[in-house]
């Protein structure tokens, strides 16, 4: 196939708000992915656009615990030494950027995208006709511990200094706002800007929609390599070679896999992170709430309550850890009361590099091949500005905010 402006490879949240925006302006666009749009970690998350989460993993209170952390099995955090050993390079990298004024810098530099978020979202949920998976009702976090709250000082200091809103709540009106927790609430604080999705497969599934609507193409099919062929760009495919004058990489974890464009240099890893989905409990929260020891959110959704996050670093093709499952189901109920059997339980692979940066600009290999992908706990808020961005760079011009810190050229530690 050939004659494109812009190939996307990836359809999840990042890729498909990247193919949506790059039709939009009237460019001829294809997706390639072998699954269909959103099935991948974009459709596992805890659904909220996360425009408070600037402030990264990498913080120094993970040097000083990571031993404690990464052994206890009470931990929201597992570490697989063997993949650590087998990945010494991340695992450096990443404890670098711990430093406190890595991650002070780190922070300022995901709010400055986080800034932007709803204004690269919000136009593609109009154009898709998206709104009724939109709620606006804030997140709520939660303290179980007087320690863990008064540590919480310095963050939350830091997220007003970078410009979010932020309420303290008392623990008896959290109490009145979300009647079903039943840990002991020392702090609330609510996030009155942010918003949830009813349900993430969904949106992407629209905004894929309305892609194809425009005239967008899609082939479904593994991407196995880019080349730079002097003006243009070839992606070979199962299903043949495409031809396209641009290409964006926005395959997620995968996007190593991916031969060319540079991939050997780049540093990603993964945060893995799990799921439990409960049909029939979505009422036990009426918005996301977020239990800051557990490392997890309770959030209302379509299909029902989702209990979902935790930080696994292992390999991607590791199987399914049963004690991080388990660890849910336990930590869940302290949260919530007693649950029934999971309806479904899920691991997805969080693209994460080891400065809790995506990587968005030009392939250090080739002007044409264009990187989206690393965006760790924040994908589905940070997909759309990423791809009005990406558009921007694809067509020659200037986006209208920084991006040099997220430069795939860039030192990672
Ligand atoms: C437990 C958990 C909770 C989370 N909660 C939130 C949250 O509340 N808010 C938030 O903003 N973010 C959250 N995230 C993070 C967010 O889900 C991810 O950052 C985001 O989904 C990444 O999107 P992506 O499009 O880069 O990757 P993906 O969704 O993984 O999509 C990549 C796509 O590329 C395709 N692909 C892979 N290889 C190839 C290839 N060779 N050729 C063609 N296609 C290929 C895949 O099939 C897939 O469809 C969470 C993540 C987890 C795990």
Not at 295 to 314: D, H, S
Not at 356 to 364: D, F, Q, V
Request: aromatic share 6%; hydrophobic share 45%; with cysteine.
């Amino acid at each position: 196939m050939a004659g494109f402006d812009i190939a996307v490879i990836g359809g999840g949240i990042v890729g498909t708000c990247t193919a949506l925006w790059a039709q939009t302006r009237g460019h001829r666009v294809v997706l390639i992915d072998p699954a269909p749009p959103g099935s991948g970690t974009s459709s596992g998350n805890a659904c909220t656009l996360a425009t408070y989460g600037c402030l990264p993993v990498n913080d120094p209170s993970v040097l000083r615990n990571l031993p404690r952390l990464a052994t206890s099995g009470d931990s929201p955090l597992a570490l697989s030494w063997s993949h650590a050993l087998r990945n010494p390079g991340w695992m450096l990298a990443f404890l670098a950027n711990c430093r406190a004024g890595r991650a002070r810098a780190i922070a300022g530099h995901l709010a400055g995208l986080l800034a932007q978020a709803d204004a690269g979202l919000n136009p593609l949920i109009e154009v898709a006709e998206a709104q009724d998976l939109i709620v606006a009702r804030g997140q709520l976090t939660v303290w179980s511990t007087e320690a863990a709250a008064a540590a919480a000082d310095a963050g939350l200091a830091l997220r007003r200094a970078l410009g979010v809103s932020w309420t303290e709540i008392h623990p008896a009106d959290a109490r009145r706002m979300e009647p079903g927790l039943t840990l002991p609430v020392a702090r609330a604080v609510h996030y009155p800007e942010a918003r949830h999705v009813r349900d993430p497969q969904a949106l992407v599934a629209r905004f894929h929609a309305a892609f194809a609507a425009q005239g967008g193409v899609t082939v479904t099919a593994r991407a196995t390599a880019t080349r730079d062929t002097g003006d243009r760009v070839e992606v070979t495919t199962e299903a043949g070679p495409v031809d396209a004058g641009r290409v964006v990489i926005a395959a997620g974890a995968f996007a190593r896999q991916i031969a060319g464009a540079g991939r050997a240099r780049l540093p990603l890893g993964t945060e893995r992170g799990y799921h439990l989905l409960f049909a029939g409990d979505a009422h036990r929260v009426t918005r996301p709430v977020g239990w800051a020891e557990g490392g997890f959110y309770a959030t209302p959704m379509a299909r029902g309550l989702r209990l979902a996050g935790t930080v696994e670093i292992a390999a991607l093709d590791a199987p399914p850890s049963a004690n991080r499952l388990g660890y849910l189901a336990r930590r869940g109920a302290e949260m919530l009361g007693p649950l029934p059997e999971p309806d479904e339980t899920w691991l997805g692979f969080r693209p994460t590099f080891p400065d809790s940066l995506p990587a968005i600009g030009p392939s250090p290999a080739s002007p044409r091949i264009l990187h989206a992908f690393g965006h760790q706990h924040l994908g589905l808020t940070l997909g759309g500005i990423t791809g009005r961005i990406v558009t921007d760079l694809a067509e020659g011009r200037a986006p209208n905010q920084p991006i040099a810190a997220f430069s795939p050229a860039r030192r990672f530690f």
